[in-house]
T-cell receptor, first 115, second 110 residues
Framework: ETGVTQSPTHLIKTRGQQVTLRCSSQ?????VSWYQQALGQGPQFIFQ???????GRGNFPPRFSGLQFPNYSSELNVNALELDDSALYLC??????????????FGPGTRLLVL | RKEVEQDPGPFNVPEGATVAFNCTYS??????FFWYRQDCRKEPKLLMS???SGNEDGRFTAQLNRASQYISLLIRDSKLSDSATYLC???????????FGKGTMLLVSP
C-alpha cells in the first residue's frame, strides 16, 4: 500500500453541480498529478501541482481547477458537472518534477458518477 | 492520432499460455516507457519499465523498438492472477507526467 489517500471513495452528483475531490500525498512528496479515467479508457492527465503552483495542464477545460496546500495535499474542483465527467479520478504523488514512475505513487481513486 | 495506442482486447487465453501485447507511440521525443497493470476498479500499478535492450522480470518480458516506436509485453505461462488490464505508458523527458494508452484487457481462464 502507498501512503497516498483520496477522499471520498465514491460520489454521486447531478449535472450542473460542483465537486471537490481530495488527495493526501505520500510523506516527503511535493508533487501531485491528477488524472481522469473514464470507463474503458486509460488515465488522462488533468494537471500537476508542484510546491503549491500549477506546473502543467492537460486538455481539460477551465472548469477543472485545483489547489495544493503547504502540506502538499491537493484538491481537484470541477464546476458545472457534465455527464461525461463520470470517471475514476486518480491522484499520484511524487518527490519532484523529474521523477519516474518508480517514485510516483497512485492513490486508490475517487469514483464520480454524474446523473 | 492518439499519442499511445493499444489493442483493447480482450485477450482470452488458457492458463499456461504465452500472450503478447503491443503498443505504439507517436511522439518520437518520448524518453521513458512503462507497463502498468490495473485490476478492476483499482488504481494502476507499475509492472515494469521498458528499456531498449529489453528487460525481463520472471515471466514478463518487455521490449522497446525506438525505430518503429512500439513497445511490447510478453507474458509466459499465464496464471489466473494475471487477469487484468495492461496499460502502456510513455513519459516525456524531464517531466513526471505520464501518458497512458487505453489498456489491453487480459482474461486467463482455467
Amino acid at each position: 500500500e502507498t501512503g497516498v489517500t483520496q477522499s471520498p471513495t465514491h460520489l454521486i452528483k447531478t449535472r450542473g453541480q460542483q465537486v471537490t475531490l481530495r488527495c493526501s500525498s505520500q510523506s516527503g512528496h511535493n508533487t501531485v498529478s491528477w488524472y481522469q479515467q473514464a470507463l474503458g479508457q486509460g488515465p488522462q492527465f488533468i494537471f500537476q501541482y508542484y510546491r503549491e503552483e500549477e506546473n502543467g495542464r492537460g486538455n481539460f477545460p477551465p472548469r477543472f481547477s485545483g489547489l495544493q496546500f503547504p502540506n502538499y495535499s491537493s484538491e481537484l474542483n470541477v464546476n458545472a458537472l457534465e455527464l461525461d465527467d463520470s470517471a475514476l479520478y486518480l491522484c499520484a504523488s511524487s518527490p519532484g518534477l523529474a521523477g519516474g514512475p518508480e517514485t510516483q505513487y497512485f492513490g486508490p481513486g475517487t469514483r464520480l458518477l454524474v446523473l | 492520432r492518439k499519442e499511445v495506442e493499444q489493442d483493447p482486447g480482450p485477450f482470452n487465453v488458457p492458463e499456461g499460455a504465452t500472450v503478447a501485447f503491443n503498443c505504439t507511440y507517436s511522439n518520437s521525443a518520448s524518453q521513458s516507457f512503462f507497463w502498468y497493470r490495473q485490476d478492476c476498479r483499482k488504481e494502476p500499478k507499475l509492472l515494469m519499465s521498458v528499456y531498449s535492450s529489453g528487460n525481463e522480470d520472471g515471466r514478463f518480458t518487455a521490449q522497446l523498438n525506438r525505430a518503429s516506436q512500439y513497445i511490447s509485453l510478453l507474458i509466459r505461462d499465464s496464471k489466473l492472477s494475471d487477469s487484468a488490464t495492461y496499460l502502456c505508458v510513455v513519459q516525456n523527458s524531464g517531466y513526471s507526467t505520464l501518458t497512458f494508452g487505453k489498456g489491453t484487457m487480459l482474461l486467463v481462464s482455467p
